[in-house]
């Protein structure tokens, strides 16, 4: 693989918030997708889901409303996990996807919900990472890129490399790339954080694959 093919002109970027972070024990509490054309964002679908669809006795742990601003009420108004995961299984298919994190996180947690509740994953979908590019920046390793068959065995093992004190989450990414956060503002919401994201893959597509 090279470097120019982690930024394709059109994408879709997608972004989760959860319950807790164990995919066996935890759930998705809302998912936004996003679709990137000539790579300005063209339009941005988000859902609030209810893990309990359709009854309302499911309950947001108060660590998670405080984080995100996802209460109850909010869920329990939610779509159903196979309404949602429906949806992005539809949008992402037949596309490149880019998470934050996603390789690690987001990814194995839709195939886990998605298992659970019988909804179906996309099809011939190339997953990439703006943590895992922004990290082997940091590192001095991007050019390791074309040592790898495909960008998921290369993000793995970027991500899965220990760095004492190199952060790559989103918040931390958007000030090192010199990204205004009050147009993303609030972060920790699907929708607003795959809008952090987009401006997160552009700038690294100026930074390291610019025309």
């Not at 997953?127 to 590192?139: E, M």
């Not at 050019?143 to 970027?158: K, L, N, Q, V």
Request: hydrophobic share 40%; charged share 20%; aromatic share 8%.
């Amino acid at each position: 693989m090279n470097l120019s093919s982690c930024f394709p002109d059109s994408y879709v970027i997608a972004d989760i918030e959860t319950s807790g972070l164990n995919p066996s024990s935890d759930n998705i509490l809302e998912i936004a997708i996003a679709n990137i054309t000539d790579r300005e964002i063209a339009w941005i679908e988000s859902f609030v889901v209810n893990p309990h669809y359709p009854h309302e006795d499911y309950s947001v742990p108060p660590i998670i409303t405080e984080l995100t601003g996802i209460d109850s009420d909010m869920v329990r108004n939610g779509v159903s996990p196979e309404t949602a995961l429906s949806r992005y299984a539809v949008i992402a298919s037949n596309s490149s996807v880019y998470f934050h994190n996603g390789i690690r996180f987001d990814i194995p947690f839709i195939a886990a919900e998605a298992s659970r509740h019988s909804a179906p994953l996309p099809v011939n979908t190339t997953y990439l990472d703006s943590a895992a590019l922004f990290k082997a920046h940091r590192l001095n390793r991007i050019d390791e890129i074309t040592h790898h068959p495909d960008f998921e065995s290369f993000a793995t093992e970027i991500l899965n490399t220990r760095v004492r004190g190199l952060k790559y989450n989103l918040t931390y990414c958007c000030e090192c790339l010199g990204i205004d956060l009050v147009n993303h503002i609030p972060l920790h919401r699907a929708a607003s954080d795959v809008k952090a994201t987009h401006a997160v893959i552009e700038e690294l597509r100026v930074l390291l694959a610019s025309d």
